[in-house]
């Protein structure tokens, strides 16, 4: 069966600080791969999508990027995070079009 | 893209009662539509999916219902149960394209 993981689980970091998220998949292959963030009591907003090997589509114009450096294994990273960085980071996969959706965990980042 | 990160509004319903929670999007090419819900702290669990060719489509203790021609989607939940207590969130997609985009979510409260 296929799994996702995302790792940390929570993450408090300084205003300024570098980020890495991670994310992988098992299981599967060639999978799409997406980040998504959820600010506290409010829906989710796509960040990022990928196809394949190092196909990022970039959603909205911000302070992160997202790698996609191995088929299963998805980055989110920034050089400087900001206050508004804060967030419920989430991973997601597919197999395809037509596809279900899942996710990962989360992760909880919070910039002070 | 849809669109996305409204607070959430609240339902508060009891304990075996029929839920139904709404959904609109805003993209009429989005043919691929998915529920989903959250509990806090959590990623988004998924319930039932349908697609454009279809106007309702059943699970167990759920039913979604499509209106193409408004944009509409809705979720009832039967003989809604304490467990059922989360946000729940509508996903909608252009099926080819896989990319998708979340509505502002709904919280549902059920009461004992």
């Known amino acids: 069966s296929q799994t996702i993981h995302q790792w940390p689980a929570t993450l408090v970091q300084p205003v300024g600080s570098p980020l890495s998220l991670e994310c992988t998949v098992e299981?599967?292959?060639?999978?799409?791969l997406y980040w998504y963030r959820q600010a506290a009591g409010r829906g989710l907003q796509l960040l990022f999508y990928?196809?394949?090997?190092?196909?990022i589509s970039s959603e909205v114009p911000q302070n992160l990027s997202a790698s996609r450096p191995q088929d299963r294994q998805f980055i989110l990273s920034s050089k400087k995070l900001l206050l508004s960085d804060s967030g419920f980071y989430l991973c997601?996969?597919?197999?395809?079009?037509?596809?279900?959706?899942?996710f990962g965990s989360g992760t909880q980042l919070s910039v002070l | 893209g849809e669109s996305v990160g409204l607070h959430l509004p609240t339902l508060s319903v009891q304990e075996g009662d029929n839920s139904i929670i709404n959904c609109a999007y805003s993209n009429s090419a989005s043919d691929y539509f998915i529920w989903y819900k959250q509990e806090s702290g959590k990623g988004p669990q998924f319930i039932i999916d349908?697609?454009?060719?279809?106007d309702k489509r059943q699970g167990q203790r759920v039913t979604v219902l499509l209106n193409k021609t408004v944009k509409h989607l809705s979720l009832q939940i039967a003989a809604t149960q304490p467990g059922d207590s989360a946000v729940y969130f509508c996903a909608a997609a252009q099926g080819n394209f896989n990319k998708f985009y979340f509505g502002s979510g709904t919280k549902l409260n059920v009461k004992p």
């Open positions: 299981g599967t292959s060639n999978p799409n």
């Open positions: 990928s196809v394949g090997i190092g196909q």
């Open positions: 997601a996969w597919t197999r395809g079009p037509w596809e279900k959706l899942f």
């Open positions: 349908i697609r454009s060719n279809m």
